[in-house]
C-alpha cells in the first residue's frame, strides 16, 4: 500500500518508539494470533490423519455419507458442502473488497461489502446446522449381522459377509424401524428385544405396527466403505430379492441398531469418524460464528463512523485477516474430511 | 544493508491509503484472483467427479493433486487476500517460516506414527 505524508504520533507507534516491519502493533499481534489457531487446526487435522489412518474398521467414504440436500430426496454427493464452500469463498472475496473500500476511505462501500460478508457467513454457519442435524437425523441406519451370510446382490455378485459386518436400510424402511423402536421402548423397554410383549402389543398396535411386522425390501450392503487396495471390499451393492433380504434380515443383532449418530454410536462406521466430524466441523463452525459476531459489531461502528473520525479503516484490516483465515481452514477440513 | 523493521518513507501500516485510480487496478486484480480460484476448485471437483476410488496409483495421483491445488489456493488467498505479500519480506517469513517447519514435522511425524499404529492392530487386534 502506498504511503501518505501524515506525520506519525507517538501514540501509534509501539512502547519503543519504533514499530517493526511498519505495520501497527494490532494488526501484527492478529497475524501472530493466527499462526497460533492454524497451528491448533494443523494439529486437530493432522490428529485426524493419524487416528483415520490407524483404524481397522474401514474408513467411510465423504460421497456417501455426505449425498443428501435439503428438501431433496435422492444422492447428490458432495453438492451441498461444494455449496458451503462456495458461499464461504464468495464472502471472502466480499471481505477483500470491504478492505480495498477502506483503504479508500470509501464509508458506503466498507457498510455494502461488509454487509455482505456477515451475509454470508450467516448462510454459512446456517448450512453448517443442517449439515449436523442431518448427519445425527442419519440416512435410514443400520445393525450388524451376528452370524455370517452369504448373498447374492442385485449386480449378481456373491458377497460373503462375516459376523459383525453392517447392513444399511433404505432411508423409507429405516425411519419407519426407527420410530416403531423407539415407540415399542418407550412403551415396554424389554419389548423391544424380543420383538413383542403381552402388556404392550395393544399400544403398539394402536400407533405402530409392531416391530416383528415390520420387514424391508431391500438392503445395502458396504453403503459407506471404499473399495480396499487388494482388499475384497467392493463399493456399495443393493440387495433386493426377497430370499437375500430375508436371509440378511434373520442373522440381524437387535442390540446394535443405529440410526444417524449420536454420543455412543453411529450409523457411518467407525466411532471416531463421527467424533472428529464433530469436533473439527464444530471447533470451526465456532470460528465462523465469532467471526460473524466481530464483523456486526465492527459493521455497526463503521455505521455510526467511528473510523471517519478515527481517520483510518485498518480495524477492516484485521477482521479481514482473521476472516480469511476462517475461509482457509475451512478449505483445507473440506479436503481432508470430505475430499481425500 | 537496509533495515527492514523499521518505518521507512511514513508507509506506516495504518497510514496505508490508496485513491480511485488504483482502486481500480486492486480490485481488478482481486477479481482475476477470485477467478483463479473457482478455475482451481472447478478443476479439482471435475478430478473428483472424473477419477475411481479405486485404491489404484491413480487414486494416489489424484489425492496429490488435491493436496498441491489446495496448497496454491491457500498461497494466493494468504499473499493477495490477506495482502501478506504486500507486507515487509521479513514479516512475510516471520509468519511462514515457522508454521512451515512445524506444520511439516507434524505431519511427517502423524504419518510415521500413523503408519505404526495400523501396522501394531493388523497384528495384535
Known amino acids: 500500500m502506498s504511503g501518505h505524508s501524515k506525520p506519525i504520533s507517538k501514540e501509534e507507534l509501539w512502547g519503543g518508539g519504533q514499530s517493526p516491519f511498519s505495520v501497527s502493533y494490532g494488526k501484527m499481534m492478529m497475524w501472530f494470533f493466527l499462526v497460533s489457531d492454524a497451528l491448533t487446526f494443523g494439529g486437530l487435522l493432522t490428529a485426524y490423519g493419524v487416528v483415520r489412518h490407524g483404524t481397522a474398521n474401514p474408513w467411510p467414504v465423504g460421497e456417501q455419507v455426505f449425498e443428501a440436500l435439503p428438501g431433496l430426496s435422492g444422492a447428490y454427493p458432495l453438492i451441498y458442502v461444494a455449496l458451503m464452500t462456495f458461499i464461504l469463498i464468495v464472502s471472502s472475496v466480499t471481505m477483500v473488497l470491504a478492505v480495498e473500500a477502506g483503504h479508500r476511505l470509501d464509508k458506503k462501500g466498507v457498510v455494502k461489502w461488509l454487509g455482505l460478508t456477515i451475509l454470508g457467513g450467516f448462510f454459512f454457519l446456517g448450512s453448517q446446522a443442517w449439515e449436523w442435524s442431518h448427519y445425527i437425523h442419519g440416512s435410514g441406519g443400520g445393525f450388524q449381522i451376528s452370524q455370517p451370510v452369504d448373498v447374492t446382490t442385485d449386480s449378481g455378485r456373491t458377497l460373503h459377509l462375516n459376523a459383525g459386518t453392517w447392513v444399511h436400510m433404505t432411508p423409507t424402511f429405516g425411519h419407519e424401524y426407527e420410530h416403531a423402536l423407539s415407540a415399542a421402548e418407550e412403551f415396554a423397554p424389554a419389548a423391544a428385544h424380543n420383538g413383542h410383549g403381552h402388556g404392550s402389543e395393544h399400544a403398539e398396535a394402536a400407533h405402530h405396527p409392531s416391530l416383528s411386522e415390520l420387514k424391508p425390501s431391500e438392503l445395502v450392503i458396504n453403503k459407506y466403505v471404499r473399495v480396499g487396495k487388494g482388499s ?23 442390540h446394535t441398531f443405529a440410526f444417524g449418530a449420536n454420543m455412543s454410536k453411529n450409523e457411518y462406521g467407525p466411532q471416531q469418524y463421527a467424533n472428529f466430524f464433530f469436533f473439527v466441523t464444530g471447533f470451526h463452525g465456532f470460528h465462523v460464528f465469532s467471526g460473524v459476531l466481530i464483523n456486526i459489531i465492527i459493521w455497526l461502528m463503521v455505521i455510526k463512523g467511528a473510523f471517519d473520525k478515527l481517520g483510518h479503516y485498518e480495524m477492516i484490516e484485521k477482521i479481514g485477516l482473521y476472516w480469511h483465515f476462517v475461509d482457509l481452514v475451512w478449505v483445507f477440513v473440506f479436503t481432508f474430511y470430505y475430499l481425500v | 544493508m537496509e533495515r527492514d523493521d523499521l518505518i521507512v518513507n511514513d508507509s506506516y501500516s495504518v497510514n496505508a491509503r490508496h485513491g480511485e485510480q488504483e482502486g481500480a487496478a486492486i480490485r481488478k486484480k482481486i477479481w482475476k484472483v477470485t477467478g483463479l480460484l473457482t478455475a482451481l476448485t472447478v478443476v479439482e471437483v471435475f478430478m473428483g467427479v472424473q477419477f475411481k476410488r479405486d485404491g489404484g496409483n491413480v487414486w494416489e495421483a489424484v489425492k496429490l493433486g488435491f493436496l498441491f491445488l489446495t496448497l496454491v489456493k491457500a498461497a494466493y488467498i494468504v499473499l493477495v487476500f490477506m495482502h501478506l505479500g504486500d507486507e515487509r519480506r521479513n514479516l512475510k517469513y516471520v509468519v511462514l ?18 503408519v505404526s499404529v495400523q501396522e501394531l492392530n493388523n497384528s495384535y487386534r
Open chain 1, 232 to 254: 475384497e471390499s467392493v463399493a456399495k451393492e443393493m440387495v433386493t430379492g426377497g430370499t437375500e433380504v430375508e436371509k440378511i434380515w434373520a442373522a440381524r443383532e437387535d
Open chain 2, 97 to 114: 517460516l515457522p508454521y512451515a517447519l512445524f506444520i511439516m514435522y507434524l505431519i511427517y511425524i502423524g504419518l510415521w506414527e500413523g
